[in-house]
Every structure is written in C-alpha cells, then in structure tokens.
C-alpha cells in the first residue's frame, strides 16, 4: 500500500511539472503566435518547428529556461529578464523586435542576428555562451557582457560603441571575434580577459580609444586589416604572446602610444609575426618597449609619417631588437618616402642574419636619432636611401660589432652643422672606406674622419673639407678628389 501512493505522488509531482512547461509551435503546422510569457516552474518550455514568434516573448524571471527550434523569425518585444534561452536553431530578429531585456544565451554554435531597429542592448548584465551574434544597424552596450566558449560578433560593417561603464569580458578558455567593425569608446580595461587563456581575436576591426587603456590577460590574434587609433596610450601588460596572423597587417596610427615588451618574469615577447606576410604598420604613432626590452622576427615593419622610437632600458639586450641573427626569423623594416623616425632613448638593434633589411625608396625618409639613441649592429648592416640625422654631433656613433661592416649605399648624413651623401664602408666611428666606386659628397662642414682608399672610381668631391688623413691602400687605389672646386686624382 504505501508503494503504492509513493509511486503515485511521483507521478502526480511528474505530471505537475510537465504541464508547467510550454511548448509553443507544432512540427506538423504552421501557427501565428501572440506574446509568448515562458513560466519559471519549469526547465522544458520550448519554440519549436514552425510556430511563427511574431508578437515576441518573454521568460518569468531569472529562473526561467526556454529552448528555441524554431525556423521562423522572431519579432516583437523580446524580455529575457536574466534567464536562459538555449538555441538549437539560429535566431533571427525581424523588424521591428525590441529588446527588453537581456540574460544568458547559450548558443550551441548558432548564430543570432540582430535587426536594424536593435541598436543597443539593455541595461542587465549579458552571457553569450558558444554564440556567433550578428549586428545590421551600430550598436551600444551600457552593461557587461561577457563571451563564454567561442564567440563570434559581427559587425557587418556597423559601429560598436561600449558606453559609461560598459565591458566585454572573456571568460576562462574562450575567445571572442570582433569582426567587421569600428569599436569606441575603449579605455580602462574595458575590454578583457577573465584570465591567461582568454583570447581576443580581432579581423577587419577599427579599434578606437577614447582614454588610456590596459592590457592585462590573454593574448590577441590580428586578422585582415585591424587599426588602433585614437591619441592615447595602448599598454600591454600580459604575459602572453599575442600573433599578427598570416597575410593580415596591424597598423598603429593616429596618435597612439604604444606600449608593450617581453614578460620580466617569462621574457615572453609580447607581440610575434607569423610569417613574412604579417605586418605592422606603424603610422604617425609612438612605439616604446618596457625596461624588459622587445625582439621583432619574422614579419615586416612599415614606418610612415611620423614614428617615435623609444626603449626604456639602457642595455642593448633589453633594447628594440630586429631578428635573432637566423636567416628564417628576419624582419623586414620599410620606411616610407617622407617619414620621420625618431629615436629618442634607449638601444635599437640590428641583429638580422641579411643586411639589407632595412629598406627604403627614397632619401627623403629620414632617421632622427636624439641624444638618448643608442644602435647597435651585431650583424653586417646597409643603411641604403636613407636620410640619418643626428640633432648634435654627441649622439653615440653606431656601435658594430668587431668582424661585421656597417655599410652606406645612397644614402645622407646630417648633423647641425654638416651634411654630406655617401656610398661606402664604415669601419669604425671615424674611419670610412671607399672600396672602390664609392662616393663621399660634402655639401656643409667640415668632417672629422679619416678615409681608406682601395680600388677604381671612388669619389671625392663638395664643399667643405676632411680632417683626418686620407690613405690610399695600394698602388692601385684611385681616387677623384674635388673639394671647394680642387680637382685633383690621388694614387
């Protein structure tokens, strides 16, 4: 007897909860449905088959569960109220939908697309779990929204602007792809990692500051074409190494201060090139390593308009290296006709395995190296149509190391008071070499450096004059000298 009326209160208390929920559409036909209230009493309600959600729905409160199987879109008013909707279809809001509401949407990998009359989400905190979320019209966020799993939102070319205290927040082992858009309003660490095994991964993004802004967890992934804008500083402060993908450029522009270096702890480098197709352009902006220094391989590096240089340690390991001195790992700097490039403080190295990585078209690109610059050539180096500029004859002569060849190819060289263009070897602070078909033409000053001469059709001519000797090697070093208008070929 008393299994009895256990057995049939199991059935009632089964019965209860299976009439609680509700199922709104059929799988047979097609129905028209009015506003749709989903109770909390039970975790079976459901939009299934072709029930058409024309008027909206809303779950009870923040218990309230729903799954959405539905192939029809949704209209209407739409209020979560900070419960869950489960997709095992994808969502697509029509106009004219309003969101009232938010909570958590746990996508299974669907997508969810957005009207245009959607243009900003409520004020409640948001969860997208394993959501791929697509915007047809710019969209505001005034809350924290946070992205679990994988997640995807797309801009379709529209504008993002995270508002007041907004967020978007990573969760442990998940990434977020902001993709086709322009975000705003960054500053802070209003974009984040929960933690280091976050990922942010940005393709054909515009990433625009309104303030400072920090980077602490997790790494990035550049994809496309992605830009930071906006005058105020990026700082990177994660121990992980984020990536500028295959065929995909990161161009650093508009004002920002970038500020990043290797990890103190791990000495993990903060930013690495994929192959030699990824690129960073750096692009009327200021780029300073951190006191842990920063090492550039593969890749290639595009300088234009005005760039600033600058390193916060004083040693050369810790300075802005280029390379690790193997032919697979080196980078490739392009200096666009016109720009400036200054470098203020601290080492700049050379360590590329080729020497003629340094690339320019024209002397009008221009290398300005302050007091404070320091550079530092542990492999040969061609400086080759290129502008250097010195702002006093006190800044450090270029530091080679013993065995390797600092060489000038059409280039120019000016100090205050000198000015000269030159085509030759340089061997030491002081001493030049015209190796033969070299060229040295002063056009100011006077230089006080002494020459080597070896081999036919070097050069030798201007204004002005040299201080030091002039040794011709051999019997037969030639050389055309035709300073302040004396002509005269030296053997």
């Known amino acids: 007897m008393n299994s009895r009326l256990v057995l049939s209160f199991l059935l009632l208390i089964t019965f209860y909860h299976s009439a609680s929920a509700l199922v709104v559409g059929s799988l047979n036909s097609v129905s028209v449905e009015s506003l749709v209230t989903f109770p909390s009493a039970d975790t079976d309600n459901a939009m299934v088959g072709f ?162 802004f920090s980077w602490g967890k997790g790494n990035f992934l550049f994809k496309d074409q992605v830009s930071f804008m906006g005058s105020h500083t990026f700082s990177y402060e994660s121990s992980q190494t984020s990536t500028i993908d295959i065929c995909s450029e990161l161009t650093i522009s508009d004002g920002v201060h970038f500020f990043l270096g290797r990890d103190p702890d791990t000495l993990n480098n903060p930013l690495e090139f994929s192959d030699g197709t990824s690129c960073m352009r750096l692009d009327n902006c200021s780029l300073m390593a951190t006191d842990s220094g920063l090492q550039l391989t593969k890749g290639t590096l595009f300088l234009s308009r005005e760039v600033n240089l600058d390193a916060m340690s004083t040693t050369s390991q810790m300075g802005i290296i280029l390379g690790d001195g193997t032919p697979s790992n080196d980078v490739t700097v392009w200096f666009a006709p016109g720009v400036g490039v200054f470098h203020n403080s601290g080492y700049w190295v050379y360590n590329n395995s080729s020497s003629d990585k340094l690339k320019s078209s024209s002397r009008t690109a221009r290398l300005i190296r302050a007091l404070g610059s320091k550079i530092y050539v542990p492999k040969s180096f061609e400086i080759k149509n290129l502008t250097v500029e010195l702002v006093s004859p006190l800044v450090s002569a270029i530091e080679v190391e013993s065995g390797n060849l600092l060489s000038y190819n059409n280039a120019a060289v000016r100090l205050p ?61 030639h050389l055309l000298c035709g300073l302040n208008d004396l002509t005269q070929r030296i053997r």
Request: proline content about 2%; charged content about 15%; overall charge negative.
């Open 417 to 477: 008071d000198i000015k000269f263009y030159i085509t030759c070897d340089q061997l030491n602070a002081f001493t030049y070499s015209l190796g033969g078909n070299d060229s040295l033409f002063l056009t100011k000053g006077t230089l006080p450096i002494y020459l080597a001469v070896s081999g036919l059709g070097n050069v030798l001519r201007g204004n002005g004059g040299v201080t030091g000797g002039i040794t011709l090697t051999d019997a037969g070093s």
């Open 51 to 212: 029930g058409w959600i024309k008027n909206g729905f809303t779950l009870e409160d923040m218990a309230t569960t729903c799954s959405f199987d539905n192939v029809f879109p949704v209209s209407g008013l739409v209020a979560l109220n900070g419960g869950l909707l489960r997709l095992y279809q994808d969502i697509l809001f029509k106009n004219s939908t309003t969101l009232q509401s938010m909570g958590t949407i746990l996508g299974n990998g669907h997508v969810m697309h957005l009207c245009p009359s959607i243009n900003a989400f409520p004020s409640e905190d948001v969860l997208f779990d394993s959501l791929l979320l697509y915007c047809n019209a710019d969209l505001d966020i005034v809350s924290t929204v946070t992205f679990r799993g994988n997640a995807v939102l797309c801009g379709t070319g529209n504008v993002l602007t995270l508002k007041n205290n907004a967020a978007l927040v990573i969760d442990a082992a998940s990434s977020l792809e902001l993709r086709d858009l322009e975000i705003r309003g960054i500053n802070g660490s209003n974009i984040r990692c929960i933690d280091d095994t976050g990922r942010l991964i940005l393709d054909s993004v515009r990433w625009v500051q309104s303030d400072q």
